[in-house]
């Protein structure tokens, strides 16, 4: 279960945040709880959750480790700074940012080599699902993306399939229309990795994921977690999603 938070918090609103939280989520064994806070409220994540199960990932990520790209992070830096996880791909940067497939799959690979567990968002627009291509765009992010991987890259890859016109639109997939796409991101995994591979993924549904909506989608057998936005910032919203 994981929160992306994106351009939303400040270092003392992140500190409040997790002070309420941590004990909400203590006794969630059952679930990993990840949350991916703005670049500099990373530290605070981290100091803020030290000593609990919770874990703290970045939001994006550049391919180089180091060096004159002004205003980007690398994933070693990420990882000094106590950072675990990492978003890549996510539809907004596909959308705002330039975010292809290749650079999807090179900041997957900068973060595999950085030792952080990357979280690689697929999902279509509305034009593309209403013109009947949901299909045809998750394949061809997948083979653009993913399908570059080695199969022991991939083995460390969280998937979350987000339809871009569930974000912080309040129109959620139903629990069907999610299970279809989960269901089909997966046979594409068994097709290039095999089916051993494919039922150890972890595919996340994204999308407008709410207290009251989490269970149904968990109900669906290829849905393994959520990728939360707006309910992820608010503590004991995101603990009722945890703790579905
Ligand atoms: P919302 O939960 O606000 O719809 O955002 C989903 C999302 O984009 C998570 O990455």
Redesign the pocket.
């Known amino acids: 279960m994981a929160g992306?938070w994106?351009m939303y918090k400040t270092a003392a609103e992140t500190t409040a945040f997790f002070e309420k939280f941590a004990p909400l989520v203590a006794q969630s064994v059952h679930a990993d709880a990840v949350i991916c806070p703005t670049f500099v409220n990373i530290p605070a994540a981290v100091a803020a959750t030290q000593g609990t199960r919770i874990e703290i990932g970045g939001q994006n990520l550049y391919w180089k480790n180091e060096g004159a790209f002004t205003g980007e992070i690398s994933g070693p830096m990420l990882k000094a700074a106590g950072a675990r996880w990492v978003?890549v791909g996510?539809?907004?940067r596909r959308q705002y940012f330039g975010e292809t497939d290749a650079t999807v799959l090179q900041r997957t690979v900068a973060a595999l080599e950085a030792g952080l567990n990357p979280i690689v968002?697929v999902g279509e627009r509305l034009e593309q699902r209403e013109s009947g291509n949901t299909e045809s765009v998750l394949k061809t992010q997948f083979d653009g993306g993913l399908a570059g991987l080695t199969p022991d890259q991939f083995a460390k890859v969280t998937i979350?399939y987000?339809p871009v016109w569930?974000?912080?639109?309040g129109k959620t997939a139903t629990p069907e229309m999610a299970a279809d796409a989960h269901k089909f991101i997966r046979a594409q995994v068994a097709a290039k990795f095999g089916a051993e591979q494919a039922a150890a993924t972890r595919i996340l549904y994204?999308?407008?994921?709410k207290p009251d909506n989490v269970k149904s989608l968990m109900a669906q057998p290829d849905i393994d977690g959520s990728?939360?936005?707006?309910?992820?910032l608010e503590a004991v919203s995101f603990s009722l999603i945890v703790n579905f």
């Open positions: 992306n994106k978003i996510h539809s907004e968002c979350a987000e569930a974000i912080g639109t994204g999308g407008s994921v990728l939360v936005g707006g309910a992820s």
